[in-house]
């Protein structure tokens, strides 16, 4: 199973640039404004993140599994 590649920053961006409560859309379209993103980091977000409305980062985090990850990118 792929993982997303740049885990560092979309876990800083979570955490300090996206503004909540946010929806599946609301992150989606954030993420593909985002020139610091790959396609394929892009397509594996849009895919990976489940339907719902999030009301922080952890709670993304959690969706995505991004809590294990995060400390193999820091």
Same mark, same amino acid.
């Given at each position: 199973m792929r993982i997303l590649?740049?885990?560092k920053g979309a876990i800083?961006?979570?955490k300090t640039h996206q503004t909540y409560p946010?929806?599946?859309e609301d992150l989606?379209?954030?993420c593909n404004e985002l020139a610091?993103? =790959?396609e394929d980091d892009k397509s594996w977000f849009m895919?990976?993140?489940p339907e719902g409305t999030?009301? =922080?980062a952890d709670d993304v985090m959690g969706a995505l599994g991004l809590h294990q990850a995060q400390g193999m990118a820091m």
């Amino acid at each position: 199973m792929r993982i997303l590649q740049n885990i560092k920053g979309a876990i800083d961006h979570l955490k300090t640039h996206q503004t909540y409560p946010a929806t599946k859309e609301d992150l989606v379209k954030e993420c593909n404004e985002l020139a610091d993103f =790959s396609e394929d980091d892009k397509s594996w977000f849009m895919k990976t993140l489940p339907e719902g409305t999030y009301n =922080s980062a952890d709670d993304v985090m959690g969706a995505l599994g991004l809590h294990q990850a995060q400390g193999m990118a820091m």
